[in-house]
């Protein structure tokens, strides 16, 4: 199963930028890094992927370093509405996510 | 743009009944996943199809059902219910399986199903 590391909780203040960390140290070179959040019981809803390179959508930018060990999900200007789990996703060769226990990212006044 | 629809949103059993919850997903989408939520829980994988063939499977109880049909709508056969069942159940599409292709799943808004 998926084997990545995200902090519990993380808080931000209201239009600042939310910096998001991944740890996903066993990644192979194939395998895609998600994002995904889900705010309060409703569906996960899909942000962003990358295999190798930064990816940069109207939701948020996707940092991967080099090595592919580590990523960071970018919520450039914070909102209220941003509050919610978030969870970083690698496939490591199966055809589904697996969920982990995600970052809960608090956006405060 | 159309999204994965889900039904019912909200089902109510008592012990011991059957359930069948349905998705639609996306348009031209092909594979459908299923999720578990229990309180305070994270999504666990249940079972994806592809092209109609059951492709991965996860966590689901024998009592749980499964398929996917001709126009790739899925149901998911519940029976036997348990309170433990008592969770979100979510769909998810996507073109093609994620492990092959640079895709994404997109997710429903769940069915919320109470066995009482």
């Known amino acids: 199963d998926a084997k990545t590391t995200q902090p519990p909780s993380m808080d931000c203040a209201e239009g600042r930028a939310a910096n998001l960390p991944c740890n996903h140290s066993?990644?192979?070179?194939?395998?895609?890094v998600y994002w995904y959040r889900q705010i309060h019981s409703q569906g996960p809803q899909y942000i962003i992927h990358?295999?190798?390179n930064n990816e940069t959508n109207e939701m948020a930018s996707l940092i991967i370093t080099e090595d592919r060990k580590s990523s960071t999900l970018i919520l450039p200007h914070a909102t209220l509405r941003d509050t919610a789990v978030y969870y970083c996703i690698v496939s490591y060769n199966t055809d589904k996510l697996i969920f982990g226990t995600g970052t809960r990212l608090q956006v405060f006044p | 743009a159309a999204g994965v629809i889900q039904s019912p949103r909200h089902l109510i059993k008592e012990k011991r009944e059957t359930a069948t919850l349905k998705c639609y997903p996306i348009?031209?989408?092909?594979?459908v996943y299923w999720y578990q939520q229990g309180p305070g829980q994270d999504p666990q994988f249940l079972i994806s199809?592809?092209?109609?063939?059951?492709?991965d499977k996860g966590s689901i109880p024998d009592r749980f059902s499964a398929q996917q049909f001709s126009d790739y709508h899925s149901e998911l056969n519940m029976s036997s219910l348990e309170l433990g069942d008592s969770a979100l159940y979510f769909c998810?599409?996507?073109?093609?399986?994620?492990?092959?292709?640079?895709?994404?799943?997109?997710f429903g808004q769940g069915t919320r199903l109470t066995v009482v």
């Open positions: 348009p031209r989408h092909d594979t």
């Open positions: 998810a599409s996507s073109l093609g399986v994620l492990l092959s292709l640079d895709t994404e799943a997109f």
């Open positions: 199809f592809y092209e109609k063939m059951q492709s």
């Open positions: 990358g295999l190798k």
């Open positions: 066993t990644i192979s070179g194939n395998e895609y």
